[in-house]
């Protein structure tokens, strides 16, 4: 299957972007993207631990923000310790990996937060579907290395036990692109704003985040995409 | 049951004793032995980046070594990259989990090796049974560090699914109802029939369908039903 890209947002340690690369490596994932790495790039804390995840390091692509981050993908999770309050569902790593066995073909990416406070709430937002690591409740802050290691571990375990073999490398281009759900969005925005639909202007980045999840909860597809287009020309015209 | 005891042969780095135990806390284990550890003991390294898991470090024991270390356990595993050429049953990080569960009340502890060569085969041959983590053929060399937290990750996740997996069966009263969502379907109809939105009405039962799955795909909150309602009132002013 198309194994999922891995995007670290904000990291603040080379060391754990190297160690994440090493355990990537480990468990047969390749593609790394960095959203505004704290310590800038190419970082040689990262290189001097990422061992035979080297070659990870050096093709690692770094981006200035979540949404160029991952427009071309279909499928976003995002990682969290804590329970979010959003409608989003929640799988367990495990979960997700055998989730990963019925994507087949879909482009998928998993984001991880900085190591000192995980993702925000906006950056969750960005996400159809949330990975927790169940953890004990005394201790629950993962070492972000370890988390993405545990989160390819699950992955890599799911593909041996579902035999690699003749699967096509064939993206299903029928879903979404994030590019394409952002154009939906932006087209959304844009006649709410003439509606004066916020009332109170500074309720419009939490209105918006809600509503933004709404659309991202689930795949949809291209024909819906466009039929909810349709569906907004109509009623504003 | 009995909680597995991790015990490190001859660590070399103390930042990898330290992110050993934050992954201990992290899973719910906490008893750690160490024998002949290279820098010596207290490390400070190791406490600097054990998090929650100070007082694992706090509390580890140190032996001159395996046998003094493992005098007062039942059952041994040792943990192996490579495979050996021993007479012992070899079991995945998934399998020793599922284990554990059928060995109540066993002593357990569990050998790690050196970062540069792991354990020797005379080290091995201190324990009843191996445990290796599988891993990519490219790159089987895992960090001590994240080796201790997948076999700790595939102890606790064990540990949750025969404990807690009692189901609340209470109502979410938070998920929109049926009734909901069909009144917010019924809004959205009535402003696209005024709307014209349908040109050809013959296609009206089947564009209507889809529309539908789009809001019934996933569960909607009362709060995102409410905000859709906003939405269609706003747009269709």
Redesign the interface.
């Known amino acids: 299957m198309q194994q999922p890209t891995i995007v670290l947002i904000s990291p603040q340690l080379g060391e754990n972007i190297g ?1 994440a690369a ?2 990537m ?4 994932l390749s593609h790394l993207r960095i959203v505004t790495p704290r310590d800038g790039w190419p970082n040689s804390a990262a290189r001097a631990v990422a ?3 080297q070659y990870i390091i050096e093709s690692a692509q770094i981006y200035d923000d979540i949404p160029s981050a991952i427009a071309d993908y279909q499928l976003i999770y995002a990682t969290t310790a804590r329970r979010r309050d959003m ?1 989003k ?1 929640t799988l ?1 790593a ?1 979960e997700f990996a055998s989730q990963c066995g019925d994507n087949h073909n879909v482009k998928t990416a998993i984001l991880f937060g900085r190591e000192s406070s995980g993702l925000s709430n906006e950056e969750v937002s960005f996400a159809h579907k949330i990975i927790t ?4 409740d ?6 972000l ?2 988390a993405v ?2 989160i390819a ?1 699950e992955y ?2 799911q593909q ?1 036990f579902t035999h690699f073999s003749t699967e096509s490398e064939e993206i299903n281009t029928n879903i979404a692109s994030i590019r394409d759900i952002n154009l939906l969005l932006a087209h ?1 925005e844009e ?2 704003d003439n ?3 916020w009332k109170a202007t500074e309720k419009k980045p939490r ?1 918006w985040r ?2 933004r ?2 659309f991202l ?2 795949l ?1 597809s291209k ?2 995409v466009q ?2 287009h ?3 020309n ?4």
């Open positions: 160690a090493r355990a490596a480990n468990f047969g061992a035979h995840g409608q569902s367990t495990r690591i169940p953890v004990a005394c201790c629950p802050s993962i070492n290395s370890q290691g545990i571990y890599f375990q041996i959304l006649k709410l509606a004066n639909f209105m809600n509503i999840n709404i909860r689930n949809l024909q819906e039929t909810l349709g569906i907004i109509a009623l504003s015209q």
